[in-house]
């Protein structure tokens, strides 16, 4: 199975994906550009964080109209798994592709540090290899991670089962709404989360809790 991680002006973990995929999971990886116009025979597609185009407007703004993001976009339309971490998240949201929006931390400060998540639901392409109510440690870093949506959209989230991840410290590092801290589409096929599963993939990081995300991909898609 081929993950294709895309890299844009401004991305800093796209070297951290390809470690999670090529060295910890054994998986192939290509490099896309953001000028590409195809995926290179890619299932997975993975969106890394960083800063695309200097976060210039709003993150994620600018990124949306990438000419690889019409592939991306039609990949996620045709079923096949995208997966956007953090600046990945807020690309997503900022495309439509996944509802609701990323604001501003709550206190207004870059956020850097290891959190705990619980999985919220593990029938998914993505958290297959989890177990409903498990707790991870994950690292984020973010300043705009702030998971915001009206009413409706909230419940609509609930009601279908599309949180991920909910922060599980006794105060949520950004002030999310509901502690979301990663959710999918209504197929399932698409994840946005903002802490770092790739950064949690080696014993020598500290932590293991982000591989089984990846596993989760591998035997799903490969099935």
Request: aromatic share 6%.
């Amino acid at each position: 199975m081929k993950f294709g991680i895309v890299t844009f002006p401004g991305s800093n973990c796209d070297d951290d994906a390809v470690h999670a995929v090529v060295d910890a999971l054994g998986a192939e990886a290509v490099r896309l550009w953001h000028k590409d116009h195809d995926l290179k025979g890619a299932e997975v597609v993975i969106l890394p964080g960083g800063f695309s185009y200097g976060d210039h407007l709003r993150p994620g703004a600018i990124a949306r109209f990438s000419p690889i993001m019409r592939e991306v976009v039609e990949h996620a339309r045709r079923g096949y798994p995208v997966l956007g971490v953090c600046n990945g998240f807020q690309i997503l949201c900022e495309a439509g592709v996944l509802p609701g929006t990323l604001l501003r931390n709550e206190r207004l400060k870059f956020v850097c540090r290891k959190v705990t998540l619980r999985v919220e639901n593990a029938d998914t392409l993505f958290t297959s290899q989890y177990e409903r109510g498990q707790l991870l440690r994950i690292p984020i870093a973010h300043g705009d991670g702030r998971y915001t949506i009206d009413a409706d959209g909230l419940e609509r989230l609930r009601d279908r089962d599309q949180i991920v991840f909910r922060f599980a410290d006794e105060v949520n590092p950004n002030g999310a709404m509901d502690n979301i801290a990663g959710i999918v589409n209504e197929a399932g096929n698409v994840l946005g989360m903002m802490p770092h599963p790739e950064r949690a993939v080696d014993p020598l990081l500290g932590s293991i809790d982000g591989l089984p995300l990846f596993q989760s991909l591998l035997a799903r898609v490969s099935a």
